[in-house]
């Protein structure tokens, strides 16, 4: 068995980014053969990566990038804050948003067939976490902006007809801080509605008085409800004495619709308590 020398150690981590021990074992197992240590890691990433496929990755980075006239929009996913902002993650999520503005793909196994699922499980491998791709996107109309706040995290896409890329960011920006939930208020959902009636009717001052009454109260609430949460309605953030829709109208332009993504929306995270997890992993 050939003696494995720091140098080798040191080197193989240099070409993989791997940690020390993994990179010794490998080599050890190989007999001092850099390259063939390599070839050992690669197969053994696969393996790897699938052993950290059930584990919530619920973190991570938005990309949007915009170009003639189009916008691209993916989520990638990390477990943890820290891995995140890792530079190799970065690179990774630019990767994706590269392929999804070339391929206009917007299916993720088929965005991530190839190179980019074997760039996947070599980040996984890199990195220790779970990595996942989610939610790719294409908008395009006949303006479009894209606003994507410093954290990476929180991000938005407007479509417009008429106006410019820049209105269309300013309103981008609105939206990542405001967050309404439709774009005007005939776009609200029934059930939404019917949700906030219930909720209105529940109230105490509602008690104990006549239909009618109750009726004419919603009806005045409901309507505040609508303007609150319909982007056309709320006064725009730059300039509270304006709403966003004549901002857009003053401009020559119409909203026609926007995308809003914050990092780890919709997914479940299961809570563990950090003691039990550290006992289950000694246990093991």
Do not use: W
Not at 63 to 73: Q, S
Not at 94 to 112: C, F, R, S, Y
């Amino acid at each position: 068995m050939a003696n494995v020398s720091a140098a080798m150690v040191k080197e193989l981590r240099e070409r993989t980014g791997l940690g020390m021990m993994e990179c010794k074992k490998a080599l050890t197992a190989n007999d001092g053969d850099i390259d063939k240590a390599i070839e050992d890691l690669r197969k053994n990433s696969g393996l790897k990566a699938a052993k950290k496929a059930d584990r919530t990755a619920a973190e991570g980075k938005l990309r949007i990038d915009v170009k003639d006239g189009v916008a691209f929009v993916v989520e990638v996913n990390s477990e943890t804050d820290f891995a995140a902002g890792d530079a190799n993650f970065a690179a990774f999520a630019d990767q994706v948003v590269a392929k999804l503005a070339e391929t206009k793909e917007t299916d993720v196994a088929k965005l991530m067939e190839g190179e980019l699922e074997e760039a996947r499980m070599g980040l996984v491998q890199k990195i220790g976490e779970n990595i996942t791709v989610r939610r790719p996107a294409v908008i395009e109309a006949p303006t479009v902006g894209a606003y994507l706040h410093s954290n990476g995290k929180v991000g938005c896409v407007v479509a417009l007809k008429g106006g410019d890329e820049e209105l269309a960011k300013d309103i981008a920006m609105h939206v990542t801080a405001s967050n309404p939930r439709v774009t005007r208020p005939e776009d609200m959902p029934e059930e939404e509605l019917e949700k906030e009636k219930e909720i209105i009717k529940a109230q105490p001052d509602m008690e104990g008085k006549p239909e009618e009454i109750v009726e004419k109260m919603m009806g005045g609430r409901i309507k505040k409800f609508l303007k609150e949460n319909s982007l056309v309605e709320q006064p725009f953030v730059k300039d509270p004495d304006v709403t966003v829709g004549k901002l857009a109208k003053d401009a020559g332009a119409e909203i026609i619709s926007f995308v809003r993504l914050e990092v780890g929306e919709g997914i479940e995270v299961e809570k563990v308590d950090f003691a039990d997890e550290v006992a289950a992993q000694l246990k093991g």
